[in-house]
């Protein structure tokens, strides 16, 4: 039998109209901005005209901490939703836009899988409706309005060396992480150290994710930390004049873009913060408009819980006064079997005792999320090579954990692979909910930090090193400690060592910098090796990735 690719299967795939898409969650054409046949934006006019209707019920998916065999967690937020779509309930999924970065690094795209994805893909996967471009854009304009002030006698006294803003773009690139810019004499500027961090990170895309709307938008622009001047004092974004320039860029990406699954249901895809470097989550606006169109809300964070996750109930959550019903974490066999210290290529063979072992990070994050006061589901992304005695052995620990699991099969059936799980899901919202944050943010900034890092991660304690204790206290002195915290820290281990799989005890989590994303309103403390522009790999997904003379895209997954 033919395996076909994830992109053979969406380019044969029977797209509809994307205003017939609309129409099913009540959508008119007056309120889309088409971009073709097969995406659109929504439009103001919906977003008010739905604004007093009640909510739908929110499921976040999550997951195990990823690895090297996959774990699916787009795919089973997309099959769930068919699954509740083919049982006649109206469901709608809010999921991030993927970034250049890994579609041409070594992730692959972000699009879903198999017979669960969102489509157009090549379009969603590459420049999609132009959001990245237009964040990069704004960033981007800051900066050369910086640099601009500087050249044009610095009549606020920035101190070339105390910049904080940094360039931005949306592919990683390794040879931007530290240079110089302004050389070639007086004409060319003034000299100085510089960095890119890759557009996903951006505080540009997380102010655009976490904004009501346009209105609150330039607000959060203007309040952009840039630079210290001579005397340490702060300068930000109003400070230069050019917010309403980036607003301006921002006008149209701000506005949640409508695609639709393999089964033509509607899936709004806004934003994209990596849950690594930056809070993980699609934009509050898409969510919002997905709970007043649907009777659920299928959105997901990125990475494993311990990271997007975290942030999704610290920080959207709370600034959006969002109560999810029930969380879902998914995780395969296969993962766990990694965590429980199986190579990658003997992951697909049965092994119980690596399997026993691994289980144990699959159990830290159905804790994790309890601490959080939700109903919790576990959905394993099930493989063909998955044996009877690996799910009995499942089973067991998820009893033990007094948690429901469910196996899911979307990759291969879709939606119809998503029943079981999507009863489970029906089941857990039902139940009464008490959605709490982990800590409250008028707490001191060392003590969110180290409430994260036990509670969550599961370290012993925190330390900071002398940097990091300068900048604390230079935000201290600037009267933003009254803010969450995002936490840029390793996807790979519960730990801030990619190496310290399954379930580590007995470490410190290490902050060497923190920064203040005021814009945003967040600080981002950055732990281990952690770095805000990833380096492509020895072969990047680039070398695969080929267009034929009649523009039929191959290679892209």
């Not at 965590?339 to 289980?359: F, H, I, Q, Y």
């Not at 707490?443 to 900048?471: C, F, H, M, N, S």
């Not at 799989?501 to 005021?518: D, E, H, M, N």
Request: one cysteine or more; a negative charge.
């Amino acid at each position: 039998m033919e395996i076909k690719s994830d992109i053979q299967i969406a380019q044969e795939a029977h797209l509809e109209n994307i205003k017939d898409v609309a129409a099913k969650v009540g959508v008119t054409e007056d309120e889309l901005e088409m971009y073709g046949k097969y995406k659109a934006k929504l439009s103001d006019e919906l977003i008010h005209r739905v604004e007093n209707n009640e909510d739908g019920k929110l499921v976040l998916i999550t997951a195990i901490n990823p690895t090297p065999a996959g774990e699916g967690k787009t795919t089973i937020s997309l099959g769930l939703t068919e699954a509740l779509n083919q049982k006649g309930i109206s469901a709608i999924a809010a999921l991030r836009e993927p970034s250049l970065g890994p579609c041409f690094g070594i992730k692959g795209g972000a699009a879903g899988g198999g017979y669960a994805q969102v489509v157009p893909m090549e379009d969603i996967n590459l420049h999609f409706t132009g959001d990245m471009h237009a964040i990069t854009a704004a960033n981007n304009l800051l900066c050369a309005c910086i640099d601009n002030h500087l050249q044009q006698g610095n009549s606020l006294g920035i101190d070339p060396r105390r910049i904080v803003f940094k360039r931005c773009m949306d592919m990683n690139d390794r040879a931007l992480r530290h240079c110089i810019v302004g050389l070639g004499g007086k004409i060319n500027g003034v000299p100085r150290e510089d960095s890119f961090q890759i557009t996903v990170a951006s505080e540009v895309m997380a102010i655009l994710c976490l904004a009501d709307d346009l209105t609150d938008l330039k607000k959060r622009l203007g309040r952009i930390l840039v630079a210290y001047k001579y005397d340490n004092s702060p300068v930000y974004a109003d400070d230069l004049g050019v917010t309403g320039s980036m607003a301006a860029l921002l006008r149209d990406a701000i506005k949640p873009n409508l695609v639709q699954t393999l089964e033509n249901t509607p899936v709004l895809m806004h934003g994209g913060p990596f849950a690594n470097i930056a809070h993980g989550c699609n934009s509050v606006a898409a969510t919002r408009l997905a709970l007043k169109l649907g009777d659920y809300c299928i959105t997901e964070a990125g990475f494993g819980s311990d990271l997007g996750a975290e942030k999704f109930f610290d920080i959207k959550c709370r600034y959006a006064n969002l109560r999810p019903s029930a969380v879902v974490v998914v995780a395969t066999l296969r993962a766990l079997k990694y965590n429980g210290g199986v190579p990658k290529a003997e992951t697909s063979v049965e092994n119980l005792d690596a399997l026993r072992a691994g289980l144990a990070n699959l159990g830290a994050h159905v804790e994790n999320m309890r601490k959080f006061g939700i109903p919790v589901v576990v959905a394993i992304n099930r493989f063909y090579t998955d044996t009877e005695a690996e799910i009995s052995l499942l089973a067991e620990y998820c009893a033990s954990l007094g948690v429901e699991y469910a196996l899911s099969e979307v990759f291969a059936k879709g939606g119809e692979g998503g029943v079981a799980l999507a009863q489970k899901v029906l089941k857990a919202c039902e139940q009464s909910s008490a959605f709490h944050c982990l800590y409250e943010t008028d707490r001191p900034i060392r003590e969110k930090i180290e409430t994260i890092a036990r509670e969550i991660y599961g370290a012993d304690g925190v330390a900071l090193t002398a940097q990091a204790e300068k900048q604390l206290r230079e935000i201290e002195a600037l009267g933003q400690s009254n803010l969450p915290v995002c936490m840029a820290k390793t996807q790979y281990s519960l730990s801030d060592n990619p190496a310290l799989l399954g379930r580590p005890s007995g470490f410190i989590i290490t902050v060497k910098q923190l920064s203040l994303s005021a814009g945003a309103g967040f600080i981002v403390a950055l732990t281990g090796d952690i770095m805000t522009m990833p380096g492509l790999p020895k072969t990047p997904a680039a070398n695969q990735i080929d267009v034929d003379a009649d523009g039929n895209i191959s290679g892209l997954f």
